[in-house]
């Protein structure tokens, strides 16, 4: 199977396009992009490694290319338990430009990562995204839980 670079970024280029439109961000496609990296690190910092895996083995290569960047699978998992404690984790990936991408409201960020789980169920099975769920802490569940139907 031979590489085909250019496809990847084109794909990349639609996917960044469409999820700024899906945030409300049309304009702003590099605090989408932020965001959208942001919250991928977050999930996969508490998340099982072999749960990981399987997620990522459904992401086209693009969206894999962002996962992984930075991983360290042997890295500690944070105590992350309730849903404030994700959205700073999420933030703490996003520094410096938290302030500016999540402007300072719990309410925001936990918009753009509902928007965000709703988006990716475009990639990701719904039986994935139910396993996902079922390794999160109990406060966090909710966070896929209510978007998995979409």
Known sequence: MALNFNQYATEGNTFIKDYA????????????????????????????P????????QLPMFLKAIYVNGWNIKKKKPKV??????????????WPAEVNDFEYSDEVAERYVDTTFIYLRKYVSLGEMEDIRDSLPKDLKSMIYSNLMF
Do not use: C
């Open 50 to 57: 072999e749960e990981s895996l399987q997620f990522i083995a």
């Open 21 to 48: 439109k899906e945030m409300n961000m049309a304009n702003d496609r590099d605090k989408a992009g932020r965001i959208f990296t942001a919250i991928m690190h977050a999930l996969r910092d508490i998340i099982p």
């Open 81 to 94: 338990r309730k849903m404030a404690e994700f959205l700073d984790l999420v933030r703490a990936h996003d």
